[in-house]
């Protein structure tokens, strides 16, 4: 008898360490509205790594759920990080350029159709971009996002079963 209800007590504990690492490491986000077509849309499940920017900085390319700026709602936003702590954003022309240089946006469908003057990043805040540029509500509106409001990376797909795989994550050459 001792030895079945150390084992359920030991069973009990384990599957509430198990929740509780669960939930501080990842989360399940649903896409809200077109911003990030082509490669994401709305209705789809995407995992959240909340883990990722514990030992590691957020990187350009790097897809984010985050809080959004206050104002602009309360359910969060993904969005493609552009611009990190430091960088210039400026858009003209149909073109976003980072630090001066063009960026080579493969995931983007159809070109910006509005204009950004430069600006620099400040402090530790990024700039971030839907993919669907020409209708989206990103930092070109509102502003840059504070690393304290970003939950996470978008790390695998999970829903609709056609969407299964990695988040499109894009690494840029530096």
């Known amino acids: 008898m001792k030895s079945f209800l150390r084992d359920t007590l030991l069973t009990i504990v384990l599957t509430v360490v198990i929740f509780f690492v669960v939930q501080a490491t990842i989360q399940v986000s649903i896409v809200n509205g077109s ?3 082509p ?11 909340k883990a990722s920017y514990m030992l590691d900085q957020p990187q350009r390319g790097d897809i984010v759920v985050f809080r959004p700026p206050q104002n602009v709602g309360s359910t969060p936003f993904i969005k493609r990080i552009i611009g990190l702590p430091g960088d210039t954003v400026e858009v003209k022309k149909g073109i976003v350029y980072v630090n001066g ?10 070109a910006p159709a509005y204009t950004l003057t430069k600006e620099e990043i400040a ?11 020409n209708n989206t ?3 070109h509106l509102w502003g840059t996002v504070p690393q304290t409001n970003i939950i996470g990376k978008a790390w695998i797909s999970i ?3 056609d969407t299964w795989g990695k988040a499109p994550n894009h690494a840029f050459d530096e």
Do not use: T
């Open 35 to 37: 911003s990030m077509e």
């Open 39 to 49: 490669d994401l849309h709305n209705g789809q499940r995407i995992v959240v790594n």
């Open 101 to 110: 240089y063009p960026l080579d946006e493969p995931y983007v469908e159809d």
């Open 123 to 133: 402090g530790e805040n990024y700039f971030v971009l839907g993919d669907n540029r």
């Open 137 to 139: 509500s990103d930092s």
């Open 159 to 161: 829903w609709p079963p």
